[in-house]
């Protein structure tokens, strides 16, 4: 699940509970995930600063990323 | 001094009779101004060095050839030779006209005629030639033109034979761009419907430009800014010049193989129109149109797009402006991660406060009969619309759950400061009510869900 997944779920997740049609079983449940969803969320909020890096491909077809100045 | 021996068999000594290499090296130094007047002899006949000896062995200089009827010589002698003198005093030179019955032959080459009020010249460019011109000219348009004089030695015509070639207000740059926009929306590459939404939170960032540009440095700055923990992962390709369009291609298509970028960036700074025409080659079009990863087009500052631009799923003015449209704000989002939390909270808390299913039953039984309550007894019926949100919890009871209440049922019970262990509290369910004990309270972690009361589940105050 990426950063990205995880956002339009929780957006997804709160529209739901805003809305009329759930049953209060399923409206826990959303909220529960939507919980989760967050924690992930925290997580990649968190990350680490990145490194710029140059893309090479080898010769047998895989890649490698090469770390570069600035 | 070597030059081309003519191909019918004529002696060295016949050709430098003619126009030996002396005679005709002042002619050459004068290029330009050569004038090659039909009345007048060759350069080289009227030069006083004329008469120094040929190298070889040669007729006597009052019997050279073509001087009588008995030394005639040959067509193909004449226009090869005029077409060694021609070379020789013409260095390649721009000439402007108009085009004219251009045609395109089917080996490749291009034929036609400059010419203006008075005159005309046959023009020829060559299949290999082609690639320095951005399109074929059409009919009527107005051209200089870098070419060398000569003979079609096969029909004895002058003959420019043309390298490079420009239209009044870049006509043939334009012709070229819209043949290729022509193309890509035949395609089906520029319909809007094409764009891909941009990822809102990429990961991993790809770039195709050059390693040494200024666009990286910006992309690179900016990027870094707005969400440091983005990842930067440059593709390098030249930008511009001499096998540009190909490079740029080729790293496109290994952003597509990676497959491990969410975006890709593909662009240079500003520039001029020539160092910008890699990013109108409609093989770079194409690429940056088939790319698996969405793509953002950054050239430049230029106001008009490029090709580039027009297949790109989304295009950026400069490529500062990539970065940021690519890379959100941390701090946002930081932001926008709370203002989720905080409204998914507030959406559960409403949802359990209120049998909402039950609720509108009992609105909408109440507006049938409304109208008809309201004539007879108004009163009545404010009665039970405030009865509608008492309504509620009934309903939701109905559906097996209870509410937790102190003992005298004064206070709702939401939360473990609520309650005390050995405590006891009242459970209002579906027909009536149950005395409890607590047994144990267990304090739970606010980001791992509801508090948990020993037994049942409890959400702000609804125990299942």
């Known amino acids: 699940m990426t950063f990205e997944q995880s956002m339009d ?28 969803h967050l924690r992930l969320a925290g ?18 077809g895989g890649f490698t990323l090469m770390e570069q100045d600035g | 001094m070597s030059r081309r021996r003519p191909s019918d068999g004529v002696s060295d000594g016949l050709s430098l009779d003619l126009f030996g290499a002396e005679p005709a090296a002042p002619a050459r130094r004068e290029a330009p101004r050569a004038r090659a007047e039909p009345s007048s002899p060759a350069p080289a006949a009227a030069s006083p060095e004329f008469t120094i000896p040929p190298l070889t062995a040669a007729p006597e200089p009052h019997e050279f050839p073509g001087s009588s009827a008995a030394s005639a010589v040959g067509i193909s002698t004449l226009t090869t030779t005029a077409r060694e003198v021609l070379e020789g005093a013409f260095m390649p030179l721009w000439v402007r006209g108009e085009v004219s019955d251009f045609k395109k032959h089917r080996n490749g080459h291009w034929y036609f005629s400059l010419r203006d009020e ?20 059409d009919d009527g348009t107005q051209v200089s033109a870098l070419g060398q004089v000569t003979v079609y030695v096969a029909r004895g015509d002058l003959q420019l034979t043309v390298k490079a070639m420009e239209a009044a207000g870049d006509g043939l740059w334009r012709k070229a761009l819209e043949l290729a926009r022509q193309s890509l929306e035949r395609d089906g590459l520029l319909a809007s419907e094409r764009k891909r939404r941009l990822p809102r939170f990429p990961r991993r960032v790809a770039v195709v430009t050059s390693p040494s540009g200024a666009a990286l440095h910006d992309i690179i700055s900016v990027a870094r800014r707005r969400w440091p923990a983005v990842e930067l992962v440059i593709v390098p390709a030249k930008v511009q010049g001499e096998g540009a369009p190909e490079e740029i291609c080729a790293a496109l298509e290994m952003v597509g193989r990676w497959k491990d ?16 025409w890699a990013f109108n080659d409609e093989r770079v079009a194409r690429a940056v149109a088939s790319c698996p990863i969405p793509t953002i087009s950054a050239v ?27 890379v959100p704000v941390h701090a946002d989002t930081v932001a926008k991660v709370r203002r989720l939390s905080v409204e998914l909270r507030g959406a559960i808390g409403r949802r359990i406060a209120f049998g909402e299913e039950e609720r509108r039953r009992v609105a909408r039984s109440l507006a049938r009969g409304g109208e008809r309550l309201l004539e007879r007894r108004n009163a009545r019926a ?83």
């Open chain 2, 261 to 276: 970028a969410d975006v890709v960036i593909v662009g240079r700074g500003g520039g001029a129109r020539e160092d910008l």
């Open chain 2, 382 to 464: 404010r009665q039970l619309a405030g009865r509608l949100n008492a309504l509620s919890p009934l309903a939701t009871l109905a559906r097996g759950y209870a509410v937790a209440r102190s003992e005298d049922g004064s206070r709702t019970l939401s939360s473990v400061e609520d309650f005390s262990e050995g405590g006891s509290f009242s459970l209002l369910v579906r027909d009536g009510s149950v005395d409890a004990t607590v047994s144990r309270v267990k304090p739970g972690g606010t980001d791992n869900g509801p508090a948990q009361v020993d037994g049942p589940e409890t959400v702000d105050g609804l125990v299942r």
């Open chain 1, 9 to 36: 779920r929780l957006e997804e997740i709160v529209a739901l509970l805003d809305g009329d049609e759930l049953d209060l079983a399923r409206a826990l449940a959303l909220f529960q995930e939507g919980i989760e």
């Open chain 2, 300 to 326: 430049g500052h230029e106001v008009d797009f490029t090709l580039c631009d027009l297949v790109a799923d989304l295009r950026a003015a400069t490529p500062s402006a990539a970065a940021e449209a690519a």
């Open chain 2, 118 to 137: 008075s005159a005309q010249v046959r023009c020829v460019v060559w299949a290999r030639d082609q690639r320095n011109i951005p399109a074929a000219p």
């Open chain 1, 43 to 60: 997580e990649e909020l968190e990350r680490a600063d990145a490194q710029v890096r140059l893309l090479v491909e080898e010769a047998d």
